[in-house]
């Protein structure tokens, strides 16, 4: 059974930067599908920025492409995601999310149904 814990969450001022991390335990994530999901109350789960690690090809959503960087450390079974140029919209709870396959189609990448563990979340807050 997976267990993912996120960090590195917090509050920042637009244009800022904040880094954060998914360790996974009990799994290894091989070739694997991972991908970093942020949900604001009242709103569907959205899927921002994912990752295959058989050959760490990326998606990003338009809303996060170019200012969000998604990247894994396979040895220490870590997920990471770099937020760049923060914005306010940005405000939400992040999660991780892995599934125990490589997703296919590519198309089903940030959908929720396609993960099987999902960490607790770390709060992002971007002030304006």
């Known amino acids: 059974q997976a267990q993912l814990v996120e960090s590195g969450g917090g509050s920042v001022q637009a244009g800022g930067s904040l880094r954060l991390s998914c360790a996974v335990s009990?799994?290894?994530?091989?070739?694997?599908?991972m991908t970093w999901f942020r949900q604001v109350p009242g709103k569907e789960r959205e899927g921002i920025a994912g990752?295959?690690?058989?050959?760490?090809?990326?998606i990003y959503a338009d809303s996060v492409k170019g200012r969000f960087t998604i990247s894994q450390d396979k040895v220490k079974n870590m997920l990471f995601l770099q937020m760049n140029s923060l914005e306010p919209e940005d405000t939400a709870m992040y999660y991780c999310?892995?599934?125990?396959?490589?997703?296919?189609?590519?198309?089903?990448?940030?959908?929720?149904?396609?993960?099987?563990?999902w960490g607790q979340g770390t709060q992002v807050s971007v002030s304006s």
């Open positions: 009990g799994y290894t994530v091989g070739s694997s599908s």
């Open positions: 990752i295959y690690a058989g050959d760490f090809e990326t």
């Open positions: 999310a892995l599934a125990n396959r490589r997703i296919w189609p590519p198309s089903l990448w940030a959908t929720v149904a396609s993960y099987a563990y």
